[in-house]
């Protein structure tokens, strides 16, 4: 199943932003700048636009809902990370197209590696 998680960039080697003293994310646009960005890498997108989120739904490798995106913020506002629910591999390329290098799950509090999973996330036994 997959998670949702908070994409974003900082620099190399920190924990999970629980962890942090002060904040580290790095600017990524404005949520009309990630939506460009986001379009471009996935095509197809379905966007639905509710004042302080952004949505979107969209298909990946033949499949027609494979991913949802969750952008957080007031128009002019810079993010400094937006949501992902989806399997690793329309992860990859976001993280790869948009320079990103951390995927947190904020419900467990633990840092995701989608190049090092395969398709699908890894079953976690209950604990």
């Known amino acids: 199943m997959p998670f949702q998680l908070g994409l974003y960039r900082a620099a190399d080697g920190l924990g999970p932003p629980h962890t942090w003293d002060r904040e580290h994310r790095q600017p990524l646009g404005t949520k009309s700048q990630l939506r460009t960005a986001l379009d471009q890498l996935l095509p197809g997108l ?3 636009d509710w004042g302080q989120l952004l949505f979107a739904s969209g298909p990946y490798a033949g499949e027609d809902h494979a991913l949802e995106l969750s952008l957080f913020g ?12 989806s399997f690793p591999p329309p992860i990859r390329v976001i993280m790869s197209g948009l ?3 951390y995927c947190y799950a904020q419900a467990s509090g633990e ?3 989608p190049f090092a999973a395969g398709d699908r996330w890894p079953v976690v036994a209950a604990r």
Not at 74 to 85: D, K, T, W
């Open 46 to 48: 379905r966007w639905k």
């Open 74 to 85: 007031a128009p002019a506002e810079i993010l400094l990370e937006f949501r992902v629910y």
């Open 99 to 101: 320079n990103l290098n």
């Open 111 to 113: 840092i995701h590696y």
